[in-house]
T-cell receptor
Framework: GQQLNQSPQSMFIQEGEDVSMNCTSS?????WLWYKQDPGEGPVLLIA?????ELTSNGRLTAQFGITRKDSFLNISASIPSDVGIYFC?????????????FGTGTRLKVLA | EAQVTQNPRYLITVTGKKLTVTCSQN?????MSWYRQDPGLGLRQIYY???????DKGDVPEGYKVSRKEKRNFPLILESPSPNQTSLYFC???????????FGQGTRLTVV
């Protein structure tokens, strides 16, 4: 099945640093979503983007829906230890009446205090 | 509290022994789906359901069945589990606007 290319796969950063991660696809999506997964838990929705070019913030998080509708990025500013976890992007589109969610492979973030 | 509840959280079983993982949501959502999560592969959709009695295959449906007899419940059935179905499984339901906002806490299945 199709998957999104998400990078980086993992990163170690110092507390207080800004973080950037992105997702790219060969397909166009109607919606881009960003999730965070803590150990032993299910993914939790962070930000949803609904139209090309949209830039949306949620606290220290900012995400953008790429103009081509084939990519998205997530920025975390001034990282803190509780930002540790796995971040997933997901694209949503409707094709031939079928609703499809495609997930990225995740970015594992570790914050060094 | 709005939630998606999966049971069991952990399960170890033997090859070929039928099992069911239950999923229930209390948000009156029409859309529900099942995913498996494997290292390096992220989340892959197994089956989804647009509404009661309406189900469809996702990307990796082989070896799985689902049913949707009521809006709130969407069980995942493994008729004859095999070791390659050892994985972490998530159920999810979709809120309005096309976002998949609510995931269950996951079921870690081991098939020996």
């Amino acid at each position: 099945g199709q998957q999104l290319n998400q990078s980086p796969q993992s990163m170690f950063i110092q507390e207080g640093e800004d973080v950037s991660m992105n997702c790219t696809s060969s397909s166009i999506f109607n919606t881009w979503l960003w999730y965070k997964q803590d150990p032993g838990e299910g993914p939790v929705l962070l930000i949803a983007l609904y139209k090309a070019g949209e830039l949306t913030s949620n606290g220290r998080l900012t995400a953008q829906f790429g103009i081509t509708r084939k990519d998205s990025f997530l920025n975390i500013s001034a990282s803190i230890p509780s930002d540790v976890g796995i971040y997933f992007c997901a694209g949503f589109h409707i094709t031939s009446g079928t609703y499809k969610y495609i997930f990225g492979t995740g970015t594992r973030l570790k914050v060094l205090a | 509290e709005a939630q998606v509840t999966q049971n069991p959280r952990y399960l170890i079983t033997v090859t070929g022994k039928k099992l069911t993982v239950t999923c229930s949501q209390n948000m009156n959502h029409e859309y529900m789906s099942w995913y498996r999560q494997d290292p390096g592969l992220g989340l892959r959709q197994i089956y989804y359901s647009m509404n009661v009695e309406v189900t469809d295959k996702g990307d990796v449906p082989e070896g799985y069945k689902v049913s949707r007899k009521e809006k709130r419940n969407f069980p995942l059935i493994l008729e004859s589990p095999s070791p390659n179905q050892t994985s972490l499984y998530f159920c999810a339901s979709r809120g309005p606007g096309g976002t998949e906002a609510f995931f269950g806490q996951g079921t870690r299945l081991t098939v020996v």
